[in-house]
């Protein structure tokens, strides 16, 4: 058992990270819930893929409470597959006593960077702020990680994790973006020199400056992977290596069966 749980445990509600680090100030996040959760068919026929109960408890449930437990305030979400859930859900719960806001994608599935920029109003506080895949179960310390982010001066910083994965961000020894790339189709893109570059799975959790936004040009659906890698070219976006904490991608069922283990284990 992991000796923490950071943020997970119910009716725990630190706002300090496990190293004692205090929250400098109450930040904004968004979540990505808009997916159609295809890999957890048939569960996903009927309900979204945020309403994925793991224990008892919807994934989309679970996390805002971690966020709310690290000092998130405002929360802003996307929706699309079975949008209508997902608002009801959040009534139900009082929208778990935060602000939370909807950007509606029910008439276009934008991918993450159009969606990102599609909730770019929602950030225009000049404050970092936390973006976080509704299907990654983990206990990592969010509040650590902003403050590293914080006293980085990069414009993105992104959990990555030493992993067996298909698709890699590709870093040099400075932790810099410099490309991407998928082992199982061959397929690479590069934004800076190939030579001496690792291999980071992506852990679908990152921290932006608002700054971001005033450099995408891009329009419609697009991804932000595809992003990134243009504004790696001039701008500082790196990686944040995070091994230690519990991670699990709960998009996929052997994944939800994993994180369904780990709740059902004494506290």
Known sequence: MHPMWYGFRQGKTPLQSQEGEKIISSMKAMIFAAGLGT?????TNHQPKALVEVAGEAMLGRLIKH???SGITQIILNVHHFAGQ??????????????????????????TGGGLKKAGWFFQDGEPFLLHNVDVFSDMDLIKLVNEHKSSDALATLVVR???????FLFNQGLQLCGWEN?????????????????YAFSGIQVIQPEMFQYINETGVFSI??????????????????????WVDMG?????EEAERYFHQDF
């Open 39 to 43: 890999r957890l068919q048939p569960l």
């Open 67 to 69: 966020l709310r437990d």
């Open 86 to 111: 997902v608002k009801d859900y959040l009534k139900e719960n009082h929208h778990f006593g935060l602000e939370i806001t909807i950007s509606d994608e029910s008439d276009l599935l934008l991918d």
């Open 162 to 168: 030493e992993r067996k994965s298909s698709r890699y």
């Open 183 to 199: 082992t199982k189709t061959g397929d690479k893109k590069l934004s800076g020199p190939e030579a001496g570059l690792k291999r």
């Open 225 to 246: 992977v595809d992003l990134y890698l243009r504004l790696a070219r001039n701008l500082k976006i790196i990686a944040y290596p995070e091994n230690q904490s519990i």
């Open 252 to 256: 996929r069922k052997q994944g939800l």
